[in-house]
């Protein structure tokens, strides 16, 4: 997909460094993202928060159970708002 991560560096308190399929690439802030009594609280520890991985065009962690949609790092990490073609029908 247009959005998908095909690079990402941790770089330090909670910033990543994204590369997306388009070609495009920047930073992202993910400090906002640990918050008590949710899934993201995990990421307080911030050895589990570096320890992500790519799987299908998004960052996961641990076995799967916490990930980021791609299109809302790629927002971060650009600063452009993903845009979805409307869809159009066909008629005769």
Same mark, same amino acid.
């Given at each position: 997909?247009f959005?998908? *991560?095909?690079? @990402?560096?941790?770089?330090?308190? &909670?910033?990543?460094? /994204?590369?997306? !399929?388009? #070609?495009?690439s920047?930073?992202?802030?993910?400090?906002?993202?640990?918050?008590?009594?949710? *899934?993201?609280? @995990?990421?307080?520890?911030?050895? &589990?928060?570096?320890? /992500?991985?790519? !799987?299908? #065009?998004?960052?996961?962690?641990?076995?799967?159970?916490?990930?980021?949609?791609?299109?809302?790092?790629?927002?971060?990490?650009?600063?452009?708002?993903?845009r979805?073609?409307?869809?159009?029908?066909?008629r005769?």
């Open positions: 997909m959005f998908d *991560v095909t690079h @990402a560096e941790y770089l330090g308190n &909670y910033q990543i460094h /994204f590369e997306f !399929e388009d #070609g495009s920047g930073v992202a802030d993910l400090s906002n993202y640990p918050e008590d009594g949710t *899934v993201f609280s @995990a990421f307080f520890n911030l050895d &589990y928060f570096s320890s /992500f991985y790519i !799987e299908h #065009g998004t960052l996961v962690w641990g076995n799967g159970e916490i990930d980021i949609a791609p299109e809302k790092l790629y927002e971060l990490a650009t600063n452009k708002t993903v979805y073609p409307e869809a159009t029908t066909h005769e």
